[in-house]
């Protein structure tokens, strides 16, 4: 189809002609322009008779020319798609450049090859449309291997993976990912020259300004032009840009992606699962289910269970069954309160949204310690098959082992002893287990775990052994390949009497396996056999044939060889494998693999895709696998999502990504944390719906001054407001910042709802506790930010006061009811090594940390008030956080002045 009715803008005289024009005698018909005003390729002419023979063989048109002249709105209008092949310089005039510019805004195809990106360098509306301009290239035309990444897009889906070719390889002013849909990297792996590092998009298409835009950087040579593969790989860009054939081209544009929030009321939340219907699941790890459910936009509390939350434990995992919308059946995994150190996988069923607890069926008690923080584990995921995959911890603590293997067999150290747990074939704990649910509430044992379903050789639950935390992890649908995050140790460096610095690991599995913790790590680098009693290096354990001859073992001796990780990094610079960044901190999470179907959120660029993500670090990377299986690429996905400590992340029924935001906190009890969806959205983008109120807690009458004027719409547009202040489902105030007095003591969910000009709208909650103020928690000691020694006694005092409980001052609160976490903080997030109650006391923070690590100690205390006559118990939480004397520089917060220099000192750097 032509442009000629589509070009509105131009002369009535020109329209007239326009409309009287003879009916095409092609399918499409292109216009390839080659004019060159600077370098010229040998190569124009053979590029031009290539595509003379595809539109031969293909049904389009073809005109070729160099004559600028013929950039006029009327001629460009009997043309579906342009063709700058390997244009040069500055080649069209003003008025050409505006017929060019019109001919694309009514929606013109263009298809730039090769040096069309060394062409028009002053132009910034043609800037945008190729998407990167030219810097420069090796010498040569060396081989290389150009990653296909999209495998649904025409013009690369028959591509091999790996696609192995001669080329000039262009490097390019700027990386031009995020502004367009990158179809391929180029490996600067396979060839000398390379200057845009892990990412160096080669060809790439998007939606431009109205139009079509797609661009290969490839085509130098002759001999290209009659390569099988790249005639193809021309013909279906052009196909594509002329709008005969569909495709996406916004999957790596960040402006197609948007967040929307669902729920900001949340204590704690831990993990999630998504329903058929929408709704979607999640837990806080304090013991809470809770529901948000999309028709109402609003979260409903469903219960919750009495738990433990000491060290890493709480109600950490949820899964929903494979037919929960027959038999409502919920899966959670909990640390049951109680003397007894324990974990539940237990089976209950929802009756409405109420989860009924009398209902609970216990498949599976993990015995644990609760001495010593850390790794509970906690993820729960259900196969294609019905088997139930449970990720649990090494409930060992890391923090008195130099950043290094914790395999301390002094006696009385078990808590510090990783070999009691992860490496024993005998316990449950550093592992991920796998089972097949029965309806009566037992389980069997699927074939192809690790051991023996009789238990003659270990535990028959064991699916993969040898791990340390595996946090999240992940099923491929497709293949049954499992997939998890391997949160590493602390240590910096490599150490000649302890092993390998610290790793964290991305990980899979296609058969059970032992995968070394605490003997080995990344690719298969042994620790040393430390000695703690003697503080003195043994020989390196053997990956091949690891043996645990730990006091604390109660399994097997000798253990299977270990697997190499997949995917390791350390902090700081990595070599192996760069892609996974540089920062300091680090806690990676393995997430869903994307099945695509129609009408599913995502597109299909992202079909068979596995996301992993960074707690630490806040981002989401896709990772690419090749035909066999193995890493292809790795790249970021949508680096502008602006994440707050992504801890869970789960893809809907609806193809978008549900994600749970653990918040800004160190430790927990996060005011930021919330649940979000990211969606794909190349239309009108959803408004922002932004409600805050204050006080949010009080005496009646509670007047509460809501602020919603903070909401936008991203396009630009105008929104309106419409506050529900009781979700009675009508609209009690249409004003921006409106001010409500709630007379009646109670709980209320007041509801801001903005809508867009064009009618899309979102909502955003505000929580009122009207007759019950929230509780206080003010510190006396130790100072805020002040500094100790590591093993000396630290003392700490604080008093509670709440308005209608009273206060720990006078005893009219008790003191016994006061939760205290003493808690280890590392980098951005925290590890309780104890927990008590009272409102004073004093501890002394072990040694034996890495030097190098950012680490400090924090004191947490909790009171929930009684709440009042018809309103629930309110939670109020306080935190000091203070330093140690002796801290590496590079953890400030901001520095003035500073100047660096080298030292002698050997923890100077």
């Known amino acids: 189809m032509k442009l000629l009715e589509k070009l509105k803008s131009v002369s009535a005289c020109v329209v007239l002609c326009l409309a009287t024009a003879a009916a095409p005698a092609h399918e499409f018909d292109v216009l390839v322009f080659s004019k060159t005003a600077g370098f010229r390729h040998g190569s124009i002419g053979a590029g031009i008779a290539a595509i003379q023979d595809l539109a031969a063989a293909n049904d389009f048109g073809v005109t070729a020319t160099e004559d600028a002249s013929q950039f006029t709105l009327a001629n460009l209008g009997t043309y579906d798609a342009v063709i700058f092949l390997n244009t040069t310089g500055n080649i069209l005039d003003a008025a050409q450049k505006a017929a060019f510019e019109q001919y694309i805004q009514a929606g013109g195809g263009f298809v730039g090859i090769h040096s069309a990106s060394d062409t028009e360098y002053s132009w910034p509306w043609y800037a945008g449309l190729i998407g990167a301009y030219f810097r420069g290239h090796p010498p040569g035309t060396p081989n290389a291997d150009v990653l296909v990444l999209d495998r649904a897009h025409p013009s690369t889906s028959f591509l091999p993976r790996r696609w192995n070719r001669t080329d000039e390889w262009y490097n390019f002013r700027t990386n031009p990912r995020g502004d367009v849909h990158v179809l391929g990297v180029v490996d600067e792996d396979s060839y000398s020259g390379g200057t845009m590092g892990q990412d160096h998009p080669i060809m790439w298409c998007h939606d431009y300004d109205g139009g079509r835009a797609w661009y290969t950087a490839m085509g130098h040579t002759s001999g290209s032009y009659s390569e099988p593969q790249f005639r193809q790989h021309i013909l279906e860009g052009i196909k594509w840009a002329a709008g005969d054939t569909a495709g996406d081209c916004g999957a790596t544009v960040n402006e197609n992606f948007e967040k929307v929030v669902l729920d900001t009321n949340v204590f704690n939340p831990i993990a999630l699962d998504v329903a058929d219907d929408g709704k979607v699941y999640f837990i806080e790890r304090g013991g809470s289910l809770k529901i948000y459910d999309p028709v109402i936009g609003s979260t409903l509390p469903a219960g919750g269970l009495s738990v433990f939350t000491g060290g890493e434990d709480g109600l950490i995992g949820v899964a929903l069954d494979p037919d929960f919308a027959t038999n409502a059946w919920i899966y959670l995994m909990y640390s049951p309160a109680g003397a007894v150190a324990k974990q539940h996988v237990s089976r209950f069923t929802l009756s409405g949204s109420t989860l009924d607890t009398a209902s609970e069926v216990v498949l599976l008690e993990i015995p644990t310690q609760r001495e010593q923080c850390c790794h509970s584990g906690g993820a729960l995921l259900f196969d294609p098959d019905g088997n139930l995959f449970i990720a649990t911890g090494d409930n060992t603590n890391p923090f008195e082992s130099g950043g290094a293997a914790p395999i301390d067999e002094r006696p009385g150290r078990g808590p510090w002893d990783a070999q009691k747990s992860a490496s024993n074939t005998d316990d449950l704990r550093g592992k991920i287990l796998k089972i097949k649910p029965e309806a009566d509430g037992s389980y069997t044992i699927p074939a192809g775990n690790l051991f023996p379903a009789d238990g003659s050789a270990g535990r028959p639950e064991i699916y993969i052994m040898g791990v340390r935390n595996p946090f999240r992890i992940a099923v491929d649908p497709m293949t049954g390949w499992l997939y998890w995050g391997e949160v590493g140790p602390d240590a910096a460096n490599d150490s000649a009497v302890r092993g ?36 003195t290096g043994g020989a390196p354990f053997d990956p091949a044939a690891p043996v645990n001859d730990s ?21 700081g610079v990595n070599s192996d494998w760069p892609e996974m960044g540089e920062d300091t901190a680090r806690t990676i999470m393995a997430g869903p693999v994307y099945q695509y179907a129609p009408g599913r959120s995502f597109p299909p660029y992202f079909d068979q895709t596995l996301f992993v993500y960074e707690w630490s670090r806040n981002y989401i990377k896709e990772v690419k696998l090749d035909d066999t299986g193995a890493v292809l690429d790795i790249v970021d996905v949508v680096p502008e999502l602006e994440l707050n400590r992504p801890i869970d992340m789960k893809f809907g029924p609806d193809g978008a990504m549900y994600i749970i935001e653990w918040g800004s906190g160190f430790g927990g009890n996060n005011p930021d944390a919330r649940i979000v969806k990211v969606r794909y959205n190349k239309g009108n983008s959803l408004p922002v719906a932004i409600a805050g109120g204050a006080p949010t807690s009080g005496a009646t009458p509670l007047v509460v001054q809501f602020t919603g004027s903070d909401s936008f719409d991203p396009d630009g547009g105008a929104v309106s407001y419409a506050w529900d202040f009781d979700l ?26 903005v809508t867009d000009d064009l009618g899309e709208s979102t909502t955003a909650n505000v929580p009122i506790s009207a007759g019950n103020f929230a509780p206080t928690v003010s510190f006396t000691e130790p100072v805020e930010n002040g500094f100790f020694d590591w093993g000396d006694q630290m003392n700490y005092a604080f008093q509670v006061d709440d308005v209608e409980d009273g206060s720990t001052g006078d005893g009219s609160i008790s003191c016994d009811d006061v939760t205290v976490d003493l808690v280890l903080g590392h980098d951005s997030h925290g590890h309780t090594l104890t927990q008590t109650n009272g409102c004073a006391g004093s501890y002394a923070p072990a040694s034996d940390h890495d030097p190098d690590a950012n680490v400090y100690f924090a004191i947490e205390a909790l009171y929930t008030d009684q709440g009042a006559p018809g309103v629930n118990p309110v939670q109020g939480v306080g935190t000091r956080i203070v330093q140690p004397k002796c801290k590496q520089a590079q953890y400030f917060d901001a520095a003035q002045g500073v100047s660096v220099a080298l030292t002698q000192d050997s923890v100077g750097g």
Do not use: C, K, M
């Not at 396996?513 to 690719?523: C, E, K, L, R």
């Not at 006091?551 to 902090?571: C, D, E, V």
């Open 500 to 535: 390998p610095r610290g790793y964290d690991e991305v990980n899979q599995a296609r058969l059970p396996g032992n995968f070394g913790w605490p003997y080995i790590t990344a690719d298969n680098q042994p620790y040393n056999d430390y000695d703690f009693a003697t503080s």
């Open 551 to 571: 006091p604390n073992n109660t399994g097997a001796t000798s253990l299977p060889p270990a697997q190499p990780a997949w995917i390791w990094y350390h902090s």
């Open 728 to 753: 009675d489902g009508s609209v009690d105030s249409t004003a921006a910042d409106p001010l409500r007095t709630y007379t009646v003591a109670g709980n209320y969910t007041a509801q801001l709802r």
